[in-house]
């Protein structure tokens, strides 16, 4: 004997349930990320403070769904691109200084990234 227990068809079914969550997580996360590289551009710049809170609540989600199911990275990349849309954006009225944000551009291209992987 192996000293492990066996694996119930319950077990089983639970396993196939998770991973199929975890899947449509991915993929959900995947259309988010899509949605901020259109709404933000390539260069992260936001037009406007309901840009800027759109792009805050996919980033947060994108966060929560991939911290939950075990994508690490991605989860980090999204939490990293929030901190820099909520420190504010040149730009947008929200930060004073009238600067490009290279942040927000190089937290979004990590994003995008991180975020291209396979369902």
Do not use: K, Q, Y
Not at 89 to 99: L, N, R, S, Y
């Amino acid at each position: 004997m192996n000293g492990r227990t066996p694996r119930s068809e319950d077990d089983e079914r639970l396993e196939t349930a998770v991973a199929e969550i975890a899947r449509t997580a991915r993929l959900r996360n995947r259309a988010r990320v899509e949605r901020l590289v259109a709404l933000l551009g390539p260069d992260g710049s936001v037009a406007d403070r309901a840009v800027r809170d759109e792009a805050l609540r996919l980033s947060h989600a994108i966060a929560g769904s991939a911290g939950t199911f075990g994508d690490v990275d991605l989860a980090e990349a999204a939490r990293d691109l929030e901190s820099v849309l909520e420190a504010g954006v040149p730009g947008d009225g929200t930060a004073d200084d009238g600067t490009a944000d290279d942040g927000a551009r190089d937290a979004l291209e990590r994003l995008r990234v991180e975020g291209a992987g396979s369902p």
